[in-house]
């Protein structure tokens, strides 16, 4: 199936001159939950808008549901919602006649019944006759996403969807985008918060400094990345790989003297003892031994760097 969101090597330079993105390049499954992962000033907002069609690339193409966001912005924009991260309402309206104002913007017909659906959908309808300076933040952020989804949107974007929310919060937005995606609609979101991509996205995309760094199957990130190594340095360095090992996955390094074991912590036998018994019976002593665990945080930190995360703890 062609892809709902195609970016092809996008740039985009600021008036300043400031290069925001250098050369993006990412595809969009119809129906997926993909989270822009990255730090502060990483691009994602800049991304979101070039997609949008609010930010005006500098080169490469984008494409929304095949129409070009460029060249037919109307078309391409009228598939999307998108929430900013800032919550944005008329505070003396009611939240019915914000929702439906929004639908009015996009020159969409009235459809109360579709209205209705999308405000229950969000446990909104009860409140649909509160003024908006009534209701509670995560409310607030409800009728955020309501409005965002008031012409029929297929493509959602959640900009920093829990930056500054709180934990309970969090979990409720997170309950609200399961229930899209199961609508079917394509979720985006940007986040700084390796927690929320690892909670909610189907596929996880690191960006940091304007540039997509991976993109890639959480679950099998996950599972590269949940794997504890024993590194085992050897008294005498080894030729080749021992034979009859094959069942472990073992991997020596370049001059011989380090073999490290892989193996899933998650597992509910990890095979070590049985492994370093089998090491013995070949005459390989080990006079080191040393484990690390890789989690997607650790993977985060090694594409970004540890700097930029302290200078964003630093910020936060
Ligand atoms: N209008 C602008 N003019 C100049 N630089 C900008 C502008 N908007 C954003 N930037 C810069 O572009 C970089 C990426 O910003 P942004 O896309 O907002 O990042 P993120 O959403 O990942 O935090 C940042 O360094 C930011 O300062
Ligand atoms: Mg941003």
């Known amino acids: 199936m062609a892809p709902i969101i195609s970016i092809k090597n996008i740039t985009k330079s600021y008036d300043n001159g400031f290069q925001a993105l250098k050369g993006a390049s990412l595809d969009i499954e119809k129906g997926e939950i993909i989270a822009l992962l990255g730090p502060n000033g990483a691009g994602k907002t800049t991304l979101i808008g070039a997609i949008c069609g609010l930010v005006k690339i500098t080169s490469g193409t984008v494409t929304v549901g095949g129409f070009d966001a460029v060249t037919q912005p109307r078309d391409a924009r009228r598939m999307i919602g998108l929430v900013p991260q800032e919550i944005a309402l008329d505070i003396f309206e009611t ?109 996880v995309a690191v960006i940091n400094k304007g540039e997509i760094l991976l993109v890639q199957d959480k679950d099998a990130l996950m599972a590269s990345f949940g794997k504890k190594h024993l590194v085992m340095e050897l008294n005498d360095p080894l030729a080749a790989l021992p034979a009859g090992l094959e069942a472990y996955d073992l991997s020596l390094s370049e ?62």
């Open 95 to 203: 939240v019915w006649n914000s929702v439906k104002f929004s639908r009015g913007l996009f020159g969409c017909r009235p459809d109360d019944a579709y209205l209705e659906k999308v405000l229950k959908s969000l446990s909104l309808w009860d409140k649909k006759d509160e003024k908006n300076q009534a209701l509670s933040g995560g409310m607030k952020r409800r009728v955020m996403i309501a409005k965002a989804l008031s012409h029929n949107p297929t493509i959602l974007f959640l900009d920093e969807p829990s930056a500054g929310v709180d934990v309970a919060l969090r979990r409720d937005m997170w309950e609200v985008v399961r229930k899209l995606r199961e609508d079917g609609v394509t979720v985006i979101l940007t986040t700084h918060y390796i927690e929320e991509a690892e909670e909610m996205a189907d596929r």
């Open 255 to 316: 001059n011989g003297t380090q073999l490290t074991y892989a193996y899933d912590t998650n597992a509910e036998r990890t095979g070590l003892t049985r492994m370093i018994a089998e090491l013995a019976e070949r005459g390989i002593s080990v006079h080191d031994l040393a484990s690390r665990e890789n989690s997607l945080e650790e993977v985060f930190l090694t594409l970004v760097g540890d700097d930029t995360l302290a200078a964003q703890e630093a910020k936060a």
